[in-house]
């Protein structure tokens, strides 16, 4: 059944006529004659730059610039990208060689066998660490990605797409193993053959990253004795790094004063950045750190205090003042009365309305003037009030939700 409407109609007329509104030229190349004196001035549909043309607007933009500086510009317009493409994987094949990972030895190895399957071990954890060297090698993986999309659908692209394919499975394999429990490589492997199978139209590089932690999937023990015997401890500390990162940011989200576990661990990774640590030292000492993050996310039950009630009770006696322990003890019925008054004020819509606002920060002020013990001078108390404040407009925004919400 034919239909009187065309794609002519419904989106090329439409599209020539908007062009034409805003002041552009158009020409109909349906009949198109080639040669300089042709219809758009090229010798072949291939060449997609319209060199004169662009030249005469390059020289209309920049009328100063000598007609040198001209031609650089178009010639890198006009450049070949798949040229580009091959001197990226080049560049890549190359750095990754720099750190003993023979990128077309592993090419050479039958797909899905275990030599294979042993080459990209060593290959990401050769080019798993440290930081530097994995963020270079995953610019290069990017830049790789870009121009290979760039050159598709041309031919050209198949030439290439083994070698892409591969920068992208170590890189992809890299990044799933900076997540616990992450696919093994047979799984990532798998993936990257359905990929090659569409590499006529180009390579898809998977953008939505690695699955999320499972943190409680991760035995830090288990992990350390591992360690001691492991061929990969490269691959390894990194492991042990992303778990702890991933407990960190909801340890933080929970609790803003543990910002000093951050701070740590940002200072054990700068240490092994630099040299001044080697690779067992920063293991042992990631695993201290684990212990200790351990400890303080019980810290609340030593305390005798909800997890909610912690957070108040750290606001008020983080950094100062220093308290005796009968002043700790005032300080924590005030944090449990505090919470209490509080969950009472949360109505709907609280942030957005000023009444409720202003009642809750009088609440804050008068439950602080009214129980807090006499070491926190008025400069202090002023400060604990803004803090507690801004705690609660940030973490209930609604009554019943928060990052509180389902935490037991």
């Known amino acids: 059944m034919s239909h009187a409407y065309t794609e002519d109609q419904l989106v090329e007329q439409p599209a020539i006529g908007l062009f034409a509104s805003l002041g ?70 190359g750095f990754c060689a720099t750190y003993g990972v023979d990128l077309v030895a592993m090419e050479a190895l039958p797909l899905g066998g275990m030599e294979r399957l042993s080459a990209i071990e060593n290959a990401i954890d050769a080019m798993i660490s440290p930081d530097d060297r994995r963020r270079e090698f995953f610019g290069h993986d990017k830049y790789v990605g870009i121009l290979y999309r760039a050159v ?45 199978d569409e590499s006529i139209t180009g390579l898809t590089i998977r953008e939505e990253g690695p699955p999320a932690i499972n943190l409680a999937k991760i035995n830090f023990e288990a992990l350390a004795a591992q360690f001691k015997e492991s061929k990969h401890k490269n691959t390894d500390l990194e492991v042990l790094k992303a778990a702890i990162a991933a407990r960190l940011g909801k340890m933080l989200r929970l609790n803003r004063t543990r910002t000093d576990f951050t701070e740590k661990f940002e200072e054990l990774i700068e240490s092994y950045n630099i040299g001044s640590r080697n690779i067992e030292q920063l293991f042992e000492d990631l695993m201290k750190l684990s212990r200790s993050l351990d400890a303080e996310q019980e810290r609340h039950v030593r305390e005798n205090l909800s997890i909610e009630e912690q957070v108040i009770f ?44 202003s009642t809750l920060k009088l609440a804050i002020e008068d439950t602080l003037d009214d129980g807090l013990p006499d ?34």
């Open 24 to 93: 552009w030229q158009t020409t109909s190349a349906m009949e198109e004659t080639f040669g300089t004196t042709g219809t758009l001035g090229r010798e072949t549909k291939g060449e997609v730059v319209l060199v004169e043309r662009l030249r005469g607007a390059l020289t209309k933009l920049n009328p100063d610039l000598p007609p040198e500086a001209i031609q650089t510009a178009i010639d890198d317009l006009a450049r070949d990208r798949s040229a580009m493409s091959l001197e990226a994987i080049v560049a890549a094949t």
């Open 152 to 196: 598709k659908p041309d031919p050209a692209a198949v030439e290439f797409s083994i070698r892409v394919a591969g920068i992208a499975t170590l890189a992809g394999a890299i990044r799933a193993k900076l997540c616990p429990n992450p696919p093994d490589i047979a799984t990532i492997l798998q993936q990257i053959g359905v990929v090659l």
């Open 314 to 357: 750290d606001i008020l006696t983080r950094p100062s003042p220093e308290l005796s322990t009968a002043e700790r003890e005032e300080v924590k019925k005030v944090a449990r009365e505090l919470l209490g008054r509080l969950k009472q004020l949360l109505v709907l819509n609280w942030r957005q309305k000023s009444a409720a606002r």
């Open 375 to 408: 070491a926190y001078s008025s400069e202090i108390y002023n400060q604990k009030c803004s803090a507690l404040f801004e705690h609660v407009y940030e973490s209930y925004p609604e009554q019943n939700t928060g990052v509180y919400a389902g935490v037991g």
